[in-house]
């Protein structure tokens, strides 16, 4: 157990509609980093935010957007959703801002998403 | 851009050696290693630094060529556990507070009894 939280875990939806997944960090850590995992695919930056703010962007369609919460927990939102957007969608967390340069990411069992 | 990895997939029996590479076309700071497991989160193996420092695994060992802007990872004496999908990861930045790892193409390794 990693200490990183997400729900749902799994989650159908039909294409147009908006989804929300959720993802509390390991206490303390303050860093938030969302990835994509597509079928069979590497995992794909998407954004990070720290203490609440938004800190790096990857490959996030503009369908698609985050924010981090002032207790941490953070919330990818999805919408518009066509099927390409199925996927495993990770969340990790990290103590400090920089921690890729020393440190390991934390990552949540993620949440696989199905876009029928 | 996305470090390259080498081979994209392995299958060994129990006991076998193996070495997954990975390769940067830009400058590494620092390269992580995890391990996937099917439907699972990947797991974090090992950290190596610039200057050698070297965090993580027991088993597991790797190098780091900064000159060469690559990273290997070598398993010894391959155990069934050792299955999954192996990722490397570099960091972009040498520091700083966009800093992002980002994630190799991944190598396959199969372990059978």
């Known amino acids: 157990d990693s200490g990183v939280t997400q729900t749902p875990k799994h989650l159908i939806t039909a294409t147009g509609q908006r989804v929300t997944l959720r993802c509390s960090p390991r206490s303390g850590d303050l860093s938030v980093y969302w990835y994509q995992q597509s079928l069979d695919q590497g995992l794909q930056f998407l954004i990070q935010y720290y203490n609440g703010e938004e800190r790096a962007k990857g490959n996030i369609l503009e369908r698609f957007s985050a924010q981090q919460f002032p207790d941490l927990h953070s919330e990818l939102n999805l919408s518009s959703l066509e099927l390409g957007d199925s996927a495993l969608y990770f969340c990790?967390?990290?103590?400090?801002?920089?921690?890729?340069?020393?440190?390991?990411?934390?990552f949540g069992e993620g949440s696989r998403l199905t876009v029928l | 851009q996305q470090p390259v990895q080498s081979p994209q997939a392995v299958i060994l029996r129990e006991g076998e050696d193996a070495v997954i590479n990975c390769s940067s076309s830009?400058?590494?700071?620092?390269v992580h290693w995890y391990r996937q497991k099917h439907g699972e989160a990947p797991v974090f193996l090992m950290i190596l630094l610039k200057g050698g420092e070297q965090k993580g695994h027991d088993k597991i060992s790797a190098s780091f060529n900064e000159k060469k802007q690559q990273s290997s990872l070598y398993l010894t004496a391959s155990q069934l556990s050792y299955s999954g999908t192996y990722f490397c990861g570099t960091p972009s930045h040498l520091y700083g507070a966009t800093n992002k790892l980002i994630f190799g193409t991944g190598t396959l390794l199969a372990v059978q009894p």
């Open positions: 990790a967390s990290s103590v400090e801002e920089g921690e890729p340069n020393t440190g390991e990411l934390f």
């Open positions: 830009k400058a590494l700071y620092s």
